[in-house]
């Protein structure tokens, strides 16, 4: 079972803009727009943050954008805010051996 | 309040068996797959597997099938994990979570509600 990739962090100053990538495969981001985002703070759960590529769950604020273009998705965060710092996680759906679902990596922000 | 709630955490040795648990409340427990998935210390997400508690298919992740056996039990609106002979490296965090979108529409979009995780050790 392979992850799909992602930085294993990034960083950025409150105000700035950040984006994450999420590389997969044909078999994967690249042939389904089943990518999702999540978002979890050390010592919680996964948060959706963003699913169906650029869809933002009700609560979530418009500073969060998802886009996909290939076999790679994007999470972007602009206006960055202390309470940002947390790891990211994407997923995608997958047909590479049988059908299932794949998370990526994940990434640390960390707000300087 | 729609909500996915766990049970405790749990201790265990190698080659003992366990069977943890995860209880919906506030929406219809048969709309909606549930999920299970992984985290190791310090380490990513894994998704394990998903059930449609209304009929009980199950789908898994290659990487856990054969290793786990994911069940649920409508009447109590509750999904199970669980493992017949654990191993050291089953040490981890395991959150269930509701898939998003309605049972009819499938089981491979994102999961929108959380349980709060249960921590498994496993150690002789």
């Known amino acids: 079972q392979s992850a799909l990739t992602q930085p294993p962090s990034v960083s950025g100053s409150p105000g700035q803009s950040v984006t994450i990538s999420c590389t997969g495969t044909?078999?994967?981001?690249?042939?389904?727009?089943?990518v999702s985002w999540y978002q979890q703070p050390p010592g919680t759960a996964p948060k959706l943050m963003i699913y169906?590529?650029?869809n933002r769950p009700s609560g979530v604020p418009d500073r969060f954008s998802g886009s996909k273009s290939g076999n790679t998705a994007s999470l972007t965060i602009s206006g960055l805010q202390a309470e940002d710092e947390a790891d990211y996680y994407c997923?995608?759906?997958?047909?590479?051996?049988?059908?299932?679902?794949?998370f990526g990596g994940g990434t640390k922000l960390t707000v300087l | 309040e729609v909500q996915l709630v766990q049970s405790g955490a749990e201790v265990k040795k190698p080659g003992e068996s366990l069977k943890i648990s995860c209880k919906g409340s506030?929406?219809?427990?048969?709309?909606?797959?549930i999920g299970w998935v992984r985290q190791m210390p310090g380490k990513g997400l894994e998704w394990m597997g998903i059930?449609?508690?209304?009929?009980?298919?199950?789908r898994y992740s290659p990487s856990f099938q054969g290793q786990v056996t994911i069940s649920a039990d409508k009447s109590i609106s509750t999904a199970y994990l669980q493992w017949s002979s654990l191993k050291a490296s089953d040490t981890a965090i395991y959150y269930c979570?509701?898939?998003?979108?309605?049972?009819?529409?499938?089981?491979?979009?994102?999961?929108?509600?959380w349980g709060q995780g249960t921590m498994v050790t496993v150690s002789s």
């Open positions: 979570a509701r898939h998003r979108l309605h049972y009819t529409s499938g089981w491979f979009d994102a999961f929108d509600i």
């Open positions: 506030g929406y219809s427990f048969i709309n909606y797959w």
């Open positions: 059930i449609y508690p209304g009929d009980s298919d199950t």
């Open positions: 044909s078999s994967d981001v690249g042939s389904y727009n089943r």
């Open positions: 169906e590529v650029s």
């Open positions: 997923s995608s759906y997958t047909s590479s051996s049988t059908f299932y679902v794949v």
